[in-house]
């Protein structure tokens, strides 16, 4: 998967550096934003890489109830891991 989470986070600490020299609020205001926007993204980019980690290390021969508890989340309703969707719900 492309990017870094390192350098989303040298870009926030440079946006926050910008931030504090800014001499308008709102450009302050902006930065600070932004800062929070590149802290965020390298978090989700790590969760991202651990989730591929994870479904990677799969065996998809086992049943579907085995996704929930690889990934560390609560089961999911039974209709949808025995398959009782309609055909009608499924080619929508």
């Known amino acids: 998967m492309p990017g870094n989470p390192e350098q989303c986070r040298l870009n926030a600490?440079?946006?926050?550096?910008?931030?504090?020299r800014a001499?308008?609020?709102?450009m302050r205001e902006s930065l600070t934003a932004l800062s929070?926007?590149?802290?965020?993204?390298?978090?989700e980019h790590e969760f991202d890489e651990a989730l591929l980690s994870?479904?990677?290390e799969l065996e998809f021969s086992k049943?579907?109830?085995?996704l929930p508890l690889?990934?560390?989340?609560?089961?999911?309703?039974?209709?949808v891991t025995k398959g009782a969707l309609s055909?009608?719900?499924c080619r929508r």
């Open 13 to 20: 600490a440079r946006c926050l550096r910008l931030a504090k």
């Open 23 to 26: 001499r308008r609020a709102e």
């Open 36 to 43: 929070d926007t590149w802290t965020r993204l390298a978090a």
């Open 54 to 56: 994870a479904i990677s």
């Open 63 to 66: 049943p579907y109830e085995a």
């Open 70 to 79: 690889a990934l560390k989340l609560r089961s999911w309703p039974t209709s």
């Open 87 to 89: 055909k009608d719900r």
